[in-house]
């Protein structure tokens, strides 16, 4: 059968869209290919519906679209951009209008995708040599020539091309949004944020119905699972375990993929398992009732290698601040044992730092940094002669100006150092002894002319030193030290930071009681 135009070009055909399909099949209407028909003759509408009848490319139909102008066809592709092909005649309102929505298409539009096959009956006005060079088009076919099998064939090829660039674009756009959450999974330095982070990364990845669960193996012998994170309908079982309440069937696919140590894809949840070199485990549970393309479970198979590699990453660099810290406290506690004080003064001086710039209201990373800064606040001690670092009594006037000296020889130990955590503590070593009235030495600044830090560690160390048994005294009483500590508040120590502490009394003492003497 030859197409041909048919009918009178006033007996307008409705812009319907046209479901082809078998009669005794139903197909959902999310499932046919996507076919714009745009001419200004009815007829050739109604030839393309009739020749396309039955037909089918990987068991689904198409769905026809009808445009019988330019303007028309750009109203509609403007609010539909699942079009997988348009048949476009040349020649409609204008010699030049199907030309000119081709290039619409392609440039206004920013379509390069969709499919565009010209069909014309006037081949003179737009030759094909010409317009397959200058227009991006997909094929030209005259209107006499396009019989009902090279209609066909004609379709397979173009739906073919629009599907393997639309599995081009999906795999693009997947692998786009896997590098940008993955990015955000391996900034985590945290395993409560870790875990979060994954399931916030997940649900943006490919989505969630329910929620998710991040469950951590209570005893590495028995498969029984704390949930440490969640979302969704999950959240109320978090700090619970996942025996305590969650579906038989969640706390069975958790144990069979713990047990197999492998992921576990099921048609309506998934189970990711993880593992790193300690030999740490944990649990992903997304479900339920949710249903995953193969497109998303390869995403979901790139995302969970990399996702054991931020795993991986996240202990890695936990255990090298655990090392460094580690390395920090045996350093200040040499300082420290050289005066006679314990080890653990150093260590609740940073604890208290920490709790001070949280209620300040500095940055997590700064608080941090502090804490882990501050126990090197004496380490110019070590140059100090044991006679003046140790004598029980009180010091000469020169013998204190020798003590002083601890504040600048620490920050010259420090001070050469590349790393942010000792360039840190070189400004505490340098400025834990500045008042904030501009008594304090060894520069004499004045109020916020001392770095937060050395503001901070002022007062953490000179609270936890009078509370503690030094050579040269007892330990003060609690309402000794709350009177001093206040009558020092805008002399020796800025006000706010007073403030701060007798706000957070009670958490110091459970700090005190945690480290004692």
């Not at 501050?374 to 006037?397: E, Q, S, V």
């Not at 002083?404 to 503590?425: C, D, F, N, V």
């Not at 600044?445 to 002022?458: D, K």
């Amino acid at each position: 059968m030859t197409m041909q135009p048919a009918g009178d070009p006033n007996d307008r055909v409705e812009a319907d869209d046209d479901l082809i399909e078998f009669a005794e099949e139903t197909v959902e209407a999310s499932d046919p290919w996507q076919v714009l028909v745009v001419d200004d003759e009815p007829g050739v509408h109604d030839v393309t519906r009739l020749v396309l009848t039955g037909f089918r490319f990987e068991g689904r139909p198409v769905q026809l679209h009808h445009a019988y102008s330019a303007s028309e066809a750009k109203s509609l592709l403007r609010e539909r951009r699942d079009v997988a092909v348009v048949l476009l005649d040349v020649v409609m309102e204008s010699e030049q209008a199907g030309l000119q929505l081709v290039r619409w298409i392609r440039e206004d539009l920013e379509n390069p995708h969709i499919r565009i096959v010209l069909r014309t009956g006037q081949p003179g006005q737009a030759p094909e040599h010409e317009v397959i060079a200058n227009y991006d088009i997909n094929d030209y076919k005259d209107k006499t020539e396009l019989t009902a099998q090279k209609l066909s064939t004609m379709m397979y090829a173009t739906l073919r091309a629009w599907r393997d660039i639309s599995i081009i674009e999906a795999n693009k756009r997947g692998l786009e949004r896997v590098i940008a959450s993955s990015v955000h999974i391996f900034s985590q330095q945290k395993s409560h944020e870790f875990a979060s982070a994954v399931l916030t990364q997940l649900s943006n990845l490919v989505g969630m119905e329910k929620g998710a669960l991040y469950c951590r193996p209570r005893d590495e012998r028995s498969p029984r699972f704390r949930v440490a994170a969640a979302t969704g309908e999950y959240e109320r079982y978090v700090n619970r375990d996942a025996d305590d309440g969650l579906p038989e069937r969640i706390v069975g696919s958790l144990k069979e993929a713990f047990t197999l140590r492998r992921n576990l894809f099921r048609p309506d949840h998934y189970v990711l398992f993880f593992t790193d070199s300690h030999h740490s485990e944990s649990l992903l549970y997304v479900g339920e009732t949710w249903r995953l393309s193969p497109m998303d479970y390869k995403l979901i198979e790139l995302f969970c290698t990399n996702v054991s590699v931020a795993f991986e990453n996240l202990h890695l660099n936990q255990e090298l601040v655990d090392s460094q810290l580690e390395m920090v406290h045996l350093l200040a506690g040499a300082a420290e044992t050289r005066s006679r004080e314990t080890a653990n003064h150093v260590r609740r001086v940073g604890l208290l730092a920490e709790l001070l710039a949280r209620g300040y209201g500095l940055a997590d990373s700064e608080a941090d940094m502090i804490r882990f800064a501050a126990p090197l606040h004496d380490i110019g001690k070590i140059g100090i002669p044991d006679a003046i670092l140790n004598k029980p009594g009180p010091h000469t006037p020169e013998e204190s100006q020798i003590m002083r000296t601890h504040t600048t020889l620490g920050a010259m130990l420090l001070a050469e150092s590349k790393r942010p955590l000792l360039k840190m503590a070189a400004v505490v070593a340098h400025e834990h002894h500045e008042n904030w009235d501009g008594s304090g030495y060894p520069r004499g600044l004045r109020g916020s002319e001392i770095h937060i830090a050395g503001r901070i560690v002022a007062v953490a160390d000179v609270f936890d030193a009078l509370g503690s048994q030094r050579c040269y005294k007892a330990p003060w009483p609690e309402a000794r030290i709350r009177e001093f500590m206040q009558g020092q508040s805008g002399r020796k120590f800025e006000p706010r930071l007073v403030e701060l502490l007798f706000d957070r009394w009670r958490d110091i003492e459970v700090l005190r009681a945690r480290w004692p003497d």
